[in-house]
């Protein structure tokens, strides 16, 4: 700690600036995506061609989820023309490409006042996130800072509404979404359920398999099956209690979802869950006694 010197910096202007502009900022965050603070992201193209609407800056997708987002660079403040067309680029991917979970980023250098409450009118109805990026040089080096200083609105999730549910039926999860094998998963854990809640049964919704209490959606936890694992999701406030228990297991976490508030961890055998199953019920009876208040 001793030889650390304190060093001067100098906060730069992109827009005006004659070496650093969008282009150089789109390449950095396009070979380091990480530095946006969204998480462990990939780059799935950038300069994207739009049908009639122009080009997306970047397209990320996260690592470990099927969740997407659409970024717009904007040098300066922002403006009207950049919301609009960060919303209008994020409509059309997910109309597109349906099968991911979209989300529309806004990344500018002032992100001012008025605009701040523009884009938060959106936010209730549209997955948004401002990001506010700043240059700051320290002597012969720059380097970019990313604030997110708008995060998305945290909703009930649609599907949890019973007239929102699409249902399906099990040979849709067997044959479409997994196998016979992953959804067999589903009937170990609910087995563990019964434990502490008997009366909870399984539903085949389009979206996920979820819960149900005497016909009705009870979704504190909830199974989105894929071919090779199931995801089990309980829905749990984040807390480092639940993360150190996680930690001390051998299950594979995937990143948390804080927009509908689950934890996401991959089951991937009958052995998963023998293995594991103290903490598994700890999980998932968490998750039933915070729905419960």
Known sequence: MGDLKYVKHEKLSLKNHPQFDETWVQKKISEDPAILGLGELVLRDKERIQPRAGRLDILLQDTESDRRYEVEIMLGATDESHIIRTIEYWDIERKRFPQYDHCAVIVAEDITSRFLNVISLFNGSIPLIAIQMSA?????????????????????????????????????????????ETVALADELLAIIKNFAPMMELKYNKSYIGLTKSGKPDNFVTFVVKKKYLSLEPRILQSDEISKKLEATELTTLSYDKQWRRYRIMIKSKEDINVNKEALEFLMKMAFEQGMK
């Open 136 to 180: 700051i040089k320290i002597g012969e080096h720059v380097t970019l800072f990313f604030t997110t200083v708008l995060d998305e609105l945290t909703l009930g999730h649609e599907d949890e509404e019973e007239n929102a549910l699409e249902v399906t039926d099990r040979n849709y999860w067997e044959t479409k979404r997994g196998t016979k």
